[in-house]
């Protein structure tokens, strides 16, 4: 393994800890609101905070963006770290087991490494660029279907901001019509990386944040699948909107989004 990866996963497991022992008393949590539907627990703070110390110690210049405490750090640096310390914030305060810990590393803007970690499941989902993508060390593949009306598709719901329902609902109409089903399990880096490692064959979702996608999109183009905001282009780490899937199906699902796309409801 990339030293470099080997200190994410030791910072994820770190998280996973702290994760999983708050994960047995769930109504003891204090949750605060940060806007609507934003829920923070000090799971999340003290997850986050964990990961940001193993990190520092073994790479104090890489820069940091996390969700809860924002950019720090190495402003310069060409390396970046984008942290979700706990992704499904809102399962894991409901008891629902699906949320995980979301590492990645940008160099210059290039997704280089990843973690997901689902503590749950003690699946550890890793990549490194031009080495592949691994569960628990065991290489992944994106699925092969290639049919639309066989295939299972990922996808969140917009549930904090509504600027996008009408179009998301439209597309949702759509999507419903070509496929096989529908998920919505909760969290979105775990969503991607089920896609890198077949368990669903595309996801897409609007409104995301870079450590929503940060590691999950590496992992899902190093299991072979393909990766891009809503017309296929690169630019999903800035718009928030991202689709992913299996090279046969990504073009497909693409196909499905663009006659929703307008000024409203950019790619
Ligand atoms: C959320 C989850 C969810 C997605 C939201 C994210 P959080 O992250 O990934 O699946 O639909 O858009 O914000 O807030 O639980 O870290
Ligand atoms: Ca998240
Ligand atoms: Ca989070």
């Given at each position: ?27 003891k949590l204090k949750v605060s609101v940060k806007q609507q539907s934003d829920f ?120 904090r901001m509504f600027d996008h329902i009408d179009a998301y609902l439209d597309i ?84 499905i989004i663009a006659p929703h796309l307008n000024a409203k409801l950019p790619a």
């Amino acid at each position: 393994m990339h030293p470099t990866l080997n200190i994410a996963v030791k910072a994820a497991r770190r998280a996973g800890q702290i994760i999983n022992r708050a994960s047995l008393d769930v109504d003891k949590l204090k949750v605060s609101v940060k806007q609507q539907s934003d829920f923070v627990t000090e799971v999340d703070k003290a997850a986050e905070a964990a990961i940001i110390e193993v990190l520092r110690e073994a790479y104090p210049a890489y820069g940091i963006l996390a969700e809860e405490s924002g950019l720090s750090g190495g402003d310069s640096s060409e390396y970046q770290w984008i942290i979700d310390p706990l992704d499904g914030t809102t399962n894991f305060i409901h008891g629902v087991p699906q949320y995980a810990v979301s590492i990645g590393l940008a160099h210059k803007g290039v997704m280089t490494q990843a973690v997901v970690y689902d503590t749950n499941r003690n699946e550890i989902f890793t990549a490194s660029k031009g080495g592949g993508a691994f569960v628990n060390d065991k290489r992944i593949r994106v699925a092969k279907r290639d049919k639309l009306d066989q295939a299972l598709i990922g996808t969140g719901f917009p549930y904090r901001m509504f600027d996008h329902i009408d179009a998301y609902l439209d597309i949702f109409k759509d999507m419903a019509r070509k496929t096989a089903g529908m998920r919505r399990p909760g969290a979105a880096s775990l969503d991607l990386a089920w896609v890198a490692c077949g368990r669903m064959d595309g996801f897409w979702e609007l409104g995301l944040s870079p450590w929503d996608m940060a590691a999950g999109s590496l992992l899902i183009t190093e299991a072979g699948g393909l990766v891009g905001d809503l017309s296929g282009e690169a630019n999903y780490m800035q718009t928030g909107n991202i689709v992913g899937g299996n090279p046969k199906l990504f073009g497909q699902l693409l196909q499905i989004i663009a006659p929703h796309l307008n000024a409203k409801l950019p790619a």
